[in-house]
């Protein structure tokens, strides 16, 4: 089973508007899918089915770096940029 990152950091919106992303990787790709994003947002993750794992951070991204490393992912998708 592939391990994807998906990283998407703020804005409410845009956020909500990741869900048919994560639903149709999930859907197409049968993989475990991680979230990267600000603590902050976490809760908006939370209950999708489709997400296997949420990393939040506070301040900087770096705080989960030492775990995301760890889980040698397949494909990071950074919709952040």
């Given at each position: 089973?592939?391990?994807?990152?998906?990283?998407?950091?703020?804005?409410?919106?845009?956020?909500?508007?990741t869900?048919?992303?994560?639903?149709?990787?999930k859907?197409?790709?049968?993989?475990?899918?991680?979230?990267?994003?600000?603590?902050?947002?976490?809760?908006?993750?939370?209950?999708?089915?489709?997400?296997?794992?949420?990393?939040?951070?506070?301040?900087?991204?770096?705080?989960?770096?030492?775990?995301?490393?760890?889980?040698?992912?397949?494909?990071?998708?950074?919709?952040q940029?």
């Amino acid at each position: 089973m592939k391990k994807i990152l998906l990283i998407r950091f703020s804005s409410i919106g845009d956020i909500v508007l990741t869900t048919p992303i994560i639903r149709a990787l999930k859907e197409q790709t049968g993989c475990e899918l991680h979230v990267l994003t600000k603590r902050r947002y976490s809760q908006l993750f939370v209950g999708n089915p489709s997400i296997s794992y949420i990393h939040a951070f506070e301040k900087a991204p770096d705080e989960c770096m030492a775990v995301l490393l760890k889980e040698n992912f397949d494909v990071i998708i950074d919709l952040q940029k």
